[in-house]
């Protein structure tokens, strides 16, 4: 059993502490939510209400930038019931994220189900000598959302082995590995499938504003890849200062962690060698002057073919090292099999393509009203008057949103619901819609790993019961927070310095408007 330096033992009873009976009461409050898709559902239900309430009442603003008069459309009176049924279709088929998730999935889906994920990790951070182990642990987690939501799953129980086979708290690897996967979500060394699924979010309401606004998903890059070095080496200290001292030793039987097998490490190597040929491939396309994927005309690269085609190039990066890996392990025997493990990675979406139906409509009818831009405008001259903008106001921006995560876990479903509204705002203040997408990753990472919404929290206990039956949620979540605080705190004194200096967050991507 785990014992708690200075506390008393797990499964005896005692008086919860105030943070704990304030987290039960947020893990209370945020079971009684719908379901996203409810909500979803919901929210258009008072989108297209509100748009005949202010309708009526003639509610209008003045645009700033071209001094045009929006009104609210009513979508409740004939005019707007026939766009409603006639667009409902549309609306879904043309919904950014709808397409970019669904390809990056492909690949991303049979790298998982042939076991390329794991046998990538496992075989990393074995491979590592001993003093770089925590290390290697946490750089594998921060680059695991690379693998959508796989890491949260894979990484965890892999860790807490490692741990426990150098003779330390397995739960001390266990919370490590995961508070790392989820708590900084966001960064990463290379563009990862959430960096066009939240862009897709970013573009839309920024159209709302600017018909002609037109970024790429790696509008953040520069930013995470700084992330990332900065929050590894604090999770590190975490881990051994903080975490590590208050689980104190462990007591209990030890699950031996399995190598990998030769068919694993053939796989892995045929793997590699097809990566590395599609990258070389890819560079020859991008490097050289006048190269097929620069723009044809301009001869760049922020604003080419490589940049818009994103998507597609990291659905061959995920797709074409995992058939490799699959032939050369045994996993996959032919072109059935292929379309069976294709068929299974993409049989999970079925949850996304509804939600994604449900928020393509709010999204749009929230467009069609122009209730967005009114409210933007309306907002930022608020905000103006006040004399709330500049870092402040961004930080707030963070603050807000990190509290919503707390609630609603999803990060698509949060910027969904986010981004018509604080994009548009921001950019009538002048700031670009990169700041604004970049401060919401922030604030959806570093309360991630405490949330019990989050949906891979339940399977994050069950590997925990493994090591101790007794610990419970309270417990876990204590033992996640200093994670939370620490990387808040980090990230927000990074993301200031980066605000206040006005550096470029990503290819095609700063802090103003140009």
């Known amino acids: ?41 919901l929210f258009t239900v008072l989108i297209l209400i509100a748009s005949a309430v202010f309708g009526m009442l003639g509610t209008s603003a003045v645009h700033p930038g071209t001094g045009e008069t929006i009104k609210v459309v009513n979508l409740l009176n004939a005019e707007g019931i026939r766009s409603i049924v006639t667009t409902l279709v549309p609306n879904f088929t043309g919904f950014p994220p709808l397409g970019l998730v669904l390809v990056v999935m492909l690949g991303v889906g ?29 750089l594998i987690a921060v680059l695991g959302n690379t693998a959508a939501d796989a890491a949260q799953v894979v990484l965890p129980p892999i860790a807490a082995m490692i741990f426990a086979a150098l003779g330390r708290n397995p739960i001390a690897g266990l919370v490590a590995g995961y508070a790392t996967v989820t708590g900084a979500f966001s960064a990463n060394l290379i563009v990862s499938m959430l960096d066009p699924l939240i862009f897709g979010f970013t573009q839309s309401s920024a159209q709302m504003i600017d018909p002609s606004y037109v970024g790429n998903p790696a509008i953040n890059w520069y930013f995470l890849i700084a992330s990332t070095f900065v929050l590894i080496p604090v999770a590190a200290f975490v881990t051994t200062k903080i975490v590590e001292p208050r689980l104190g030793t462990f007591q209990g039987e030890i699950e031996k962690l399995e190598k990998t097998t030769p068919e694993e490490k053939r796989g892995l190597l045929w793997a590699a060698i097809t990566l590395a040929a599609y990258t070389a491939l890819i560079l020859w396309l991008v ?4 190269g097929i994927l620069r723009d044809p005309e301009t001869n760049g690269i922020i604003v080419s073919p490589f940049m818009t085609g994103i998507v597609p190039i990291m659905l061959f990066g995920f797709l074409l090292p995992a058939l490799a890996y699959g032939f050369a392990s045994g996993t996959l025997k032919n072109d059935k099999d292929v379309a069976e493990h294709l068929t299974k990675a993409m049989s999970g979406m079925g949850g996304y393509i ?3 139906f449900v928020a393509a409509q709010m999204i749009a009818f929230f467009g069609m009203s122009n209730l967005g831009p009114i409210i933007a405008i309306k907002g930022a001259a608020f905000l103006k008057g006040i004399g709330f903008e500049g870092l402040s106001l961004i930080l707030g921006f963070i603050v807000i949103a990190a509290l919503i995560n707390l609630l609603i876990a999803s990060a698509s479903a949060k ?17 670009d819609p990169a700041v604004t997408q970049v401060a919401y990753r922030v604030a959806d990472s570093i309360t991630n790993p405490i949330t019990p919404m989050l949906a891979y929290f339940a399977i994050l206990l069950t590997f925990a ?50």
């Not at 919860?16 to 939510?33: C, I």
């Not at 049979?110 to 946490?138: C, R, W």
């Not at 490097?287 to 006048?290: G, T, W």
């Open 1 to 41: 059993m785990t014992k708690l330096a200075g506390v008393e033992e797990l499964g005896q009873p005692k008086k919860p502490s105030f943070f704990q009976r304030v987290l039960n009461g947020v893990e209370k409050a945020g079971n009684k939510l719908p379901d996203p898709v409810t909500l979803f559902a």
């Open 110 to 138: 049979l790298a998982e189900s042939t076991g390329l994920v794991t046998t990538f990790m496992k075989t990393t951070i074995l491979n590592a000598p001993a003093k770089i182990i925590l290390p290697t642990i946490l």
């Open 287 to 290: 490097v050289p002057e006048n």
């Open 354 to 356: 509804v939600l994604a």
């Open 415 to 431: 910027w969904a619901l986010l981004a018509p509204v604080f994009v548009p705002m921001f950019m009538l203040m002048g700031y």
């Open 465 to 514: 019961k493994k090591y101790d039956k007794n610990i419970g949620i309270g417990t876990l979540i204590a033992t996640l927070l200093p994670y939370s605080i620490a990387f808040a705190i980090f990230w927000i004194i990074l993301f200031s310095v980066w605000f206040l200096l006005g550096l470029p967050l990503g290819p095609g991507g700063g802090i103003m408007l140009p």
